[in-house]
């Protein structure tokens, strides 16, 4: 029924016929998780509301913003993309998250939490100063909503004068468990005692609907109908709660699990993320000032055991990441060394922070950056592409980049003696594969990982960088030629001896990261402030946002080309 | 009085004494300001309650985290820095925000909103995990309380278990009068409506107490010495209410225009702030899509006659640098123009959304992006020299740097028809000095301001440095010898075809902003990319934080010295 449903025909549809829909919408979303990976269990608790909004509105006329977008699939699914949906999360398929250039039914692009209230504000003043009719809706989970942004939109509500919904989306979960003032509001609503939480969104400039239970067709399209009455002269907030993975036992029952699952059959390499768990319950062992703090991530950044042994010295603050930032600089002036583990492109959040609370005050505070570089599936919102640029401007700070996971522990040890603020940022899959030439870390030496007496030298950063730049190594060394490896461990400072020595030499830079402002710019930069000329070239990626895609075709396509690389070299060798 | 008391001599003083400390502190603070610049009304309205807390507290043990760090003079004169405090915001003085390094009555350094109860959470729990014994404040305007980051600050209060007080100083007033949701909480509370705005801050784990008069000295001794008992076994609020300015007629009733007091005497340029408030007003009559964001800055902007001709279009979101740029993401895609003026410094609290929101869906908002460059009087939070780095490294954003007021308009004009996220940046100071060569501005094209057969060639970008370039090359005739300047107005992209023609030439950058990832940074990458061998030298600012001082003083002393460029280029023309 899915492929040839059109979204118009949903209002024609009777309650039997939309109850079959939503068991289908659930069997096809299952389905395609398990064979494309993406968000499971966000995904099926909005099934009845979805449907139940395409029922009542009329999309795209009307827009909806989905935040962070975990929730958009039955939206997809509905809007005429149901004969794509099986390219779900691949190159050139169906997007995880809302897209524009997708569909018309996409009416603004989300990724990162906290931004759907202010755009959906923005719509709807758009939509005013036009004298356009159309119905403006922000769909938010509750873990969205502890963040700050939310907050802010929410306190200029009334500044803008216009009329939105808000549907929050309540199932008790972000990723971890929610935590926070905003959610035992929410909790005491729910619970029955709605008087100052009722008030307070008032205050706010909201009208409350709720509670309703989300997964409960009938009430769904009760809700709506009176969302869309009242929203036509004021801004509604429809508190919905749903059961997370809703209509599979496992996805209930293991809610964290579920939330972003990969495809079956996907290999299990040995993670950074479990390493970095690892090490911080050894540095926690010998040291009591270690802290540990996270932003509503601690299971895929590997940080389970830690928050299990040390409750005390672990905080998972929600999707804050700039407040994790502020507490990690303050714990430091208070004497602690505390650990901040996040994502590279959500670490973006708290570039501010990072600044002027962290590294003005040259702060202890150790960054833990994980997926850094080309994230993949998930697409231009995700991709940690960027963090070798933001980090390295910032003065004070140093930017640790592991090879491999042995080397990320050896980082490790020495960021518990590390006196200034370090960042440390490493991709998703982690592997030990290479063999260290020297033992000692030191900041702003780089090592060889193959040295020889060549006139060409590549400079590398991480893993993925430094894997192909060892291939191109053993192929060429089969038609004899060599040249050296140098990993560039360190990004931010640069090892300034070394590059000296490859003055009027080849020189070939790569990396993980955009070409402005990362390893190679900064070479090429550092060069010149030396005073040294090399015949440089360097790869890294393009000027762009970069889509969804299989992360070595990605890095192939945006300027990390292993082919070109290599056959760069081999003309210099001939 | 003052120079010789010792902050623990305040315990024994009678309520008459404090009395006249008060009286003698303003008078302090407001001569001072008058000499030095600074923030006046804010500081005024905060000293009874500052002497209050050093009777009360014992500081430095206790901790006290003032936001932003506009009520800290009072403050600082009674922590035993009367005798330097006429350096007030000179270059080597005492700072107009709290310092580390300055006496360890400062143990956290401030100057952006909304990190006080973050930082104050951050030390509480750094003090619990040691067993030590102290109380920690965060003393916050009513301003900074409506920043997200507070928000999520709150929200993390029960998480992290620990106990602060937070001291709202609530005068109604940020920079322009306070607006938003919680605002009106805090009013709500203020006009006799206590129940469901004490719940709320309940729910956040929070003890209320107030309000108080935050000017009166006998109240503000017992609202304090109250909560200092209850804090110690839960969190504290202490709202007090306090006249900005009190205390001096003219601040009362001026608050706005006393909130950043230039010193008596100092020159008033033509600003580019006037320039922007004009331009906005004249392409606002013409084009009825242009709209207006400000992030509580609307004076200081030049934005007050657009926000009074065209309220429907003009939105003050008060300290909210993240909700803005959504917003203005979100009404771009809605089909409206939106303008988003800001500080430099302030802009960073937005790079995730200027990537995510502005960028990623190439919206077409411009960024009118003031206190570029190196701001002067109030040192390492406040300077603007990192924008032109973290703003190139991301696709999609064009970056402007007029060379002069003039220039500036044009570019203004520009912008109204470009369909891409654009930033203008520019210093405080304007002037127009320069005639222009050509008339057209072309994305990406530079233009001579000198043109000449010369070997070398000054490529710089903003007035600032143009204004340096000038007048090196006016010395420089003198001795008969000549080069090229150019205005790099573009400073991404560059222009590639005018790079092109210098090859084998000598290239001089100049910047008024860090060289990692700046204009002169980007030059050399370009260079390396285009393959093209020139004979460089950057100047630009060291990769440090740079304190407070005379704009010129710091440009040279970091990386800008006139006198050093004039001698390389006068070197290379013998």
């Given at each position: 029924?899915?492929?040839?449903?059109?979204?118009?025909?949903?209002?024609?549809?009777?309650?039997?016929?939309?109850?079959?829909?939503?068991?289908?919408?659930?069997?096809?979303?299952?389905?395609?998780?398990?064979?494309?990976?993406?968000?499971?269990?966000s995904?099926?608790?909005?099934?009845?509301?979805?449907?139940?909004?395409?029922?009542?509105?009329?999309?795209?006329?009307?827009?909806?913003?989905?935040?962070?977008?975990?929730?958009?699939?039955?939206?997809?699914?509905?809007?005429?993309?149901?004969?794509?949906?099986?390219?779900?999360?691949?190159?050139?398929?169906?997007?995880?998250?809302?897209?524009?250039?997708?569909s018309?039914?996409?009416?603004?692009?989300?990724?990162?939490?906290?931004?759907?209230?202010?755009?959906?504000?923005?719509l709807?003043?758009?939509?005013?100063?036009?004298?356009?009719?159309?119905?403006?809706?922000?769909?938010?989970?509750?873990?969205?909503?502890?963040?700050?942004?939310?907050?802010?939109?929410?306190?200029?509500?009334?500044?803008?004068?216009t009329?939105?919904l808000?549907v929050l989306?309540?199932?008790?979960?972000?990723?971890?468990?929610?935590?926070?003032?905003?959610?035992?509001?929410?909790?005491?609503?729910?619970n029955?005692?709605?008087?100052?939480?009722?008030?307070?969104?008032e205050?706010?400039?909201?009208?409350?609907?709720?509670?309703?239970?989300?997964?409960?067709?009938?009430?769904?399209?009760?809700?709506?109908?009176?969302?869309?009455?009242?929203?036509?002269?004021?801004?509604?907030?429809?508190?919905i709660?749903?059961k997370?993975?809703?209509?599979y036992?496992?996805?209930?029952?293991?809610?964290?699990?579920?939330?972003?699952?990969?495809?079956v059959?996907?290999?299990?390499?040995?993670?950074?993320?479990e390493?970095?768990?690892?090490c911080?319950?050894?540095?926690?062992?010998e040291?009591?000032?270690?802290?540990?703090?996270?932003?509503?991530?601690?299971?895929?950044?590997?940080?389970?055991?830690?928050?299990?042994?040390?409750?005390?010295?672990?905080?998972?603050v929600?999707?804050?990441?700039?407040?994790?930032?502020?507490?990690?600089?303050?714990?430091?002036?208070?004497g602690l060394?505390?650990?901040?583990?996040?994502?590279?492109?959500?670490?973006?959040?708290?570039?501010?922070?990072?600044?002027?609370?962290?590294?003005?005050?040259?702060?202890?505070?150790?960054?833990?950056?994980?997926?850094?570089?080309?994230?993949?599936?998930?697409?231009?919102?995700?991709q940690?592409?960027?963090d070798?640029?933001?980090?390295?401007?910032?003065?004070?700070?140093?930017?640790?980049?592991?090879?491999?996971?042995?080397?990320?522990?050896?980082?490790?040890?020495?960021?518990?003696?590390?006196?200034?603020?370090?960042?440390i940022?490493?991709?998703?899959?982690?592997r030990?594969?290479?063999?260290?030439?020297?033992?000692?870390?030191?900041?702003?030496?780089?090592?060889?990982?193959?040295?020889?007496?060549?006139?060409?030298?590549?400079?590398?950063?991480?893993?993925?960088?430094?894997?192909?730049?060892?291939?191109?190594?053993?192929?060429?060394?089969?038609?004899?030629?060599?040249?050296?490896v140098?990993?560039?461990?360190?990004?931010?400072?640069?090892?300034?001896?070394?590059?000296?020595?490859?003055?009027?030499?080849?020189?070939?830079?790569?990396e993980?990261n955009?070409?402005?402002?990362?390893?190679?710019?900064?070479?090429?930069?550092?060069?010149?402030?030396?005073?040294?000329?090399?015949?440089?070239?360097?790869?890294?990626?393009?000027?762009?946002?970069?889509?969804?895609?299989?992360?070595?075709?990605?890095?192939?396509e945006?300027?990390?080309n292993?082919?070109?690389?290599?056959?760069?070299?081999?003309?210099?060798?001939?």
């Amino acid at each position: 029924m899915l492929e040839k449903l059109k979204p118009e025909q949903i209002k024609n549809c009777t309650k039997n016929e939309m109850n079959v829909l939503c068991d289908e919408l659930r069997t096809v979303i299952y389905n395609t998780v398990m064979q494309c990976g993406g968000h499971l269990a966000s995904n099926l608790g909005a099934v009845e509301s979805t449907v139940a909004m395409f029922y009542t509105f009329d999309f795209p006329n009307d827009k909806i913003v989905f935040d962070v977008g975990h929730q958009c699939y039955a939206y997809k699914l509905l809007s005429g993309r149901a004969d794509r949906f099986s390219s779900l999360r691949q190159a050139g398929g169906i997007s995880g998250f809302p897209k524009r250039n997708e569909s018309e039914y996409d009416c603004y692009d989300t990724g990162h939490a906290g931004t759907s209230v202010s755009a959906a504000i923005g719509l709807a003043k758009a939509r005013d100063l036009h004298g356009e009719q159309r119905n403006i809706i922000a769909y938010i989970g509750d873990g969205s909503f502890n963040n700050g942004l939310v907050y802010e939109a929410l306190s200029s509500l009334k500044i803008l004068n216009t009329n939105v919904l808000i549907v929050l989306n309540d199932n008790g979960m972000s990723i971890s468990p929610t935590v926070g003032g905003m959610y035992e509001i929410l909790n005491e609503i729910k619970n029955g005692d709605k008087a100052s939480g009722i008030k307070l969104l008032e205050n706010f400039g909201l009208t409350y609907i709720g509670v309703k239970n989300g997964n409960d067709l009938e009430e769904m399209l009760e809700a709506f109908s009176e969302a869309k009455d009242l929203m036509q002269n004021r801004s509604v907030l429809l508190h919905i709660v749903t059961k997370k993975g809703k209509g599979y036992e496992f996805s209930e029952e293991h809610p964290t699990n579920t939330h972003g699952v990969p495809p079956v059959g996907s290999p299990k390499d040995k993670e950074y993320s479990e390493v970095l768990g690892e090490c911080l319950c050894e540095l926690a062992a010998e040291n009591s000032e270690i802290t540990v703090v996270s932003a509503a991530m601690k299971e895929a950044l590997g940080l389970s055991e830690f928050f299990e042994k040390y409750p005390e010295r672990a905080f998972d603050v929600g999707i804050c990441e700039e407040n994790a930032s502020v507490l990690c600089a303050s714990m430091a002036a208070g004497g602690l060394k505390p650990y901040y583990a996040i994502y590279s492109t959500f670490l973006q959040r708290a570039f501010d922070e990072i600044i002027h609370d962290v590294c003005a005050q040259d702060m202890a505070v150790t960054f833990c950056i994980d997926r850094a570089g080309i994230s993949g599936a998930d697409g231009e919102t995700h991709q940690g592409v960027f963090d070798l640029s933001y980090l390295s401007l910032i003065p004070n700070l140093t930017v640790a980049v592991p090879k491999d996971t042995e080397e990320f522990k050896k980082i490790m040890r020495f960021s518990a003696e590390y006196p200034h603020p370090l960042a440390i940022r490493y991709p998703r899959a982690g592997r030990t594969v290479f063999q260290s030439e020297d033992n000692e870390l030191t900041v702003g030496k780089w090592e060889y990982l193959h040295k020889t007496n060549s006139e060409v030298t590549v400079i590398a950063a991480g893993e993925r960088c430094l894997i192909i730049a060892m291939k191109i190594l053993q192929n060429l060394q089969k038609q004899g030629k060599d040249f050296n490896v140098v990993n560039a461990r360190f990004v931010k400072p640069l090892d300034t001896e070394l590059l000296k020595t490859l003055a009027g030499k080849y020189v070939v830079t790569m990396e993980d990261n955009v070409f402005l402002g990362g390893l190679g710019a900064q070479i090429d930069g550092e060069l010149v402030k030396l005073g040294i000329d090399c015949k440089i070239k360097n790869f890294a990626y393009r000027d762009e946002f970069i889509p969804q895609g299989g992360v070595a075709a990605l890095q192939s396509e945006y300027g990390v080309n292993c082919k070109e690389i290599e056959e760069y070299i081999s003309e210099i060798l001939v």
